[in-house]
């Protein structure tokens, strides 16, 4: 399996523009993770998915913010408009969580909100 | 809210010497716990998972402990190279399992 592939690896865009990231799972996995990283904050937990199914967002900062995972294999985070202050690296993760098995992190995408 | 501290949050040390990082966690009430190493740039990468029924896991040259009663794991790198050098973060798993609290990391030089 190649691990969990997110898209794209670097994107800039203006303020108030439409951001979304992409995010394929390691195949079998069943729990989806969307995790941000900043110098200030460090990894925050932004929301999880389980079988396709939303189970926590507490950690999505603002309505702005919104995520969907249509099938087993592809997820995304979408941001609405857009903000400088949303600059990160945004990572995705998966698991299989009733093995209780170890996170697999993506590569991430670094976003520059300009 | 569980909150997740790692000590030293820098350190620095010759080829060669073994080495002890920390991790704490506020809540035992802890499913797993999970040490991750980071390169600049790049994303993380699994480098040991402790059950929370366990006390240690074992990888090379990698080390880690769990004492869930007292909040506590440890890090131990034997006979640390250059190649080691990277940020190392813990990170605990809820009653979940699913939800992974992560410390601020240690960053560690490894000098040649």
């Known amino acids: 399996d190649a691990g969990v592939i997110q898209s794209p690896r670097h994107e800039v865009t203006e303020m108030g523009q439409e951001v979304t990231l992409r995010c394929k799972p390691i195949?079998?996995?069943?729990?989806l993770f969307w995790y941000r990283q900043t110098m200030m904050r460090g990894l925050e937990l932004l929301i999880y998915?389980?079988?396709?199914?939303?189970?926590?967002d507490s950690g999505m900062p603002e309505d702005r913010f919104s995520a969907k995972m249509p099938n087993a294999s592809f997820s995304t985070l979408k941001i609405q408009p857009s903000e400088p202050r949303d600059s990160a690296v945004y990572f995705c993760?998966?698991?299989?969580?009733?093995?209780?098995?170890?996170?697999?992190f993506g590569q991430g995408t670094r976003l520059t909100v300009v | 809210k569980q909150e997740v501290t790692q000590i030293p949050a820098a350190l620095s040390v010759p080829e060669g010497e073994n080495l002890v990082l920390n991790c704490s966690f506020t809540?035992?009430?802890?499913?797993?716990l999970q040490w991750f190493r980071q390169d600049p740039g790049k994303g993380l990468t699994s480098l040991l998972l402790?059950?929370?029924?366990?006390r240690e896991q074992t990888s090379g040259r990698l080390n880690a402990s769990l004492d869930k009663s007292s909040g506590r794991s440890t890090l131990y790198i034997a006979a640390s190279q250059p190649g080691d050098s990277a940020t190392y973060l813990c990170?605990?798993?809820?009653?979940?399992?699913?939800?992974?609290?992560f410390g601020e990391g240690t960053q560690l030089t490894v000098n040649p």
């Open positions: 993760a998966s698991s299989l969580a009733e093995l209780n098995t170890e996170a697999f």
């Open positions: 195949s079998g996995h069943n729990s």
């Open positions: 998915f389980n079988n396709n199914v939303p189970i926590d």
């Open positions: 809540d035992s009430a802890i499913y797993n």
């Open positions: 402790i059950q929370s029924s366990q």
């Open positions: 990170a605990v798993g809820d009653s979940s399992g699913s939800r992974l609290t």
